[in-house]
């Protein structure tokens, strides 16, 4: 199956800031089928990015994924105090789905 | 609007089998390319995608868990249903339902369920 690395562990940054979080795939993720997800504390994932690079439905455009192949992008431009939670990558590539092991952004 | 509510007993002793329930609403498995996995999430840790179903009844499993877990749907009563043997303690978890519509674009979840807690002790 496909493991993906997520890094940093943690990004600690201020509002305005900008945040780049990154997802490394341990084979190639086919067609780019790479989903990116905010989670906040007691809430359920939701989704941000499909496709490595396509906002969501409602997702505002500070929010932008790139990447393909084995190395994959989340990038904030400007950081709202919203913001502040755990970011997961997902591949679904290939069965099984695989998640990354999260990406905590914390308020510097 | 789609939703998705997951069910089942919150609390399961070791050995024992979970069966948990996801109703939804707001979709048909009549809609080629409809799917709903499940995912769970222990406490404090990562997410773990599990099984899913789609709309002709094709299914899939995690590789380390398929020898435990059966995904059936009930078409009738909008409603997917997980089962998973020989539960043990580290099987505690926060346990979601998800909807996949699945297309050009791959099969990805696009909303989910609020989740339900799940704690294995005898």
């Known amino acids: 199956e496909i493991v993906l690395t997520q890094s940093p562990g943690t990004l600690s940054l201020s509002p305005g800031e900008r945040a780049t979080l990154s997802c490394r795939a341990s084979?190639?993720?086919?067609?780019?089928?790479l989903a990116w997800y905010q989670q906040k504390p007691g809430q359920a994932p939701r989704l941000l990015i499909y496709?490595?690079?396509s906002r969501a439905t409602g997702i505002p455009d500070r929010f932008s994924g790139s990447g393909s192949g084995t190395d994959f992008t989340l990038t904030i431009s400007r950081l709202e105090p919203e913001d502040f939670a755990v970011y997961y990558c997902?591949?679904?590539?290939?069965?099984?789905?695989?998640f990354g092991q999260g990406t905590k952004l914390e308020i510097k | 609007q789609v939703t998705l509510r997951e069910s089942g007993p919150a609390l399961v002793k070791p050995t024992q089998t979970l069966t948990l329930t996801c109703t939804f609403s707001?979709?048909?498995?009549?809609?080629?390319?409809?799917?709903v996995s499940w995912i769970r999430q222990p406490p404090g840790k990562a997410l773990e995608w599990l099984a899913r179903?789609?709309?002709?009844?094709?299914?899939y499993y995690s590789t380390s868990l398929k020898t435990r877990l059966t995904i059936f749907k009930d078409t009738s009563k909008n409603q997917v249903v997980l089962t998973m043997t020989n539960m043990d303690p580290v099987d505690t978890a926060t346990y979601y339902c998800?909807?996949?519509?699945?297309?050009?674009?791959?099969?990805?979840?696009?909303?989910w369920g609020q989740g339900t807690l799940v704690t294995v002790s005898s």
């Open positions: 998800t909807r996949i519509l699945g297309g050009t674009n791959g099969y990805y979840p696009d909303y």
């Open positions: 707001g979709f048909s498995f009549s809609t080629s390319g409809m799917c």
């Open positions: 179903i789609d709309w002709d009844d094709d299914k």
């Open positions: 084979q190639s993720v086919s067609s780019n089928y």
């Open positions: 496709g490595a690079s």
């Open positions: 997902h591949q679904y590539s290939r069965s099984p789905d695989t």
